[in-house]
Nanobody, 127 residues
Framework: QVQLVESGGGLVQAGGSLRLSCSAS????????MGWFRQAPGKERQFVAV????????NYADSVKGRFTISRDNAKNTVYLQMNTLKPEDTAVYLC????????????????????WGQGTQVTVSS
């Protein structure tokens, strides 16, 4: 049974930082492209960041480039999202997802690509 469990969310003031973690089990983690998405109330799910299987290649949404960093530790079956200089518009539920296909910068930003999803962790940024 595949499980993706996010943690690290919370309430932070604008300009602050948070580090999200997503721990995976039940799948060969190093064989999966890992992505972070977010969803705010009443809005569509939005791509945030993706990292390829080895961790060498990454891609980010324009709205988070230069502020967020995705990384992974295949030995720990965990993917991370370091979020700096947070803004109120970053407020959302953040979800991690796993894709067993081939990484491409374009297609790996599409939520339809992903096979497994976590439940999400809430991030709230106050102004």
């Amino acid at each position: 049974q595949v499980q993706l469990v996010e943690s690290g969310g919370g309430l932070v003031q604008a300009g602050g930082s948070l580090r999200l973690s997503c721990s995976a089990s039940g799948l060969p983690f190093s064989n999966y492209v890992m992505g972070w998405f977010r969803q705010a109330p009443g809005k569509e799910r939005q791509f945030v960041a993706v990292i390829n299987k080895s961790g060498v290649n990454t891609n980010y949404a324009d709205s988070v480039k230069g502020r967020f960093t995705i990384s992974r530790d295949n030995a720990k079956n965990t993917v991370y999202l370091q979020m700096n200089t947070l803004k109120p518009e970053d407020t959302a539920v953040y979800l991690c997802a796993a894709d067993g296909g081939v990484y491409t910068a374009y297609y790996s930003s599409r939520s339809q690509r992903y096979d497994y999803w976590g439940q999400g962790t809430q991030v709230t940024v106050s102004s």
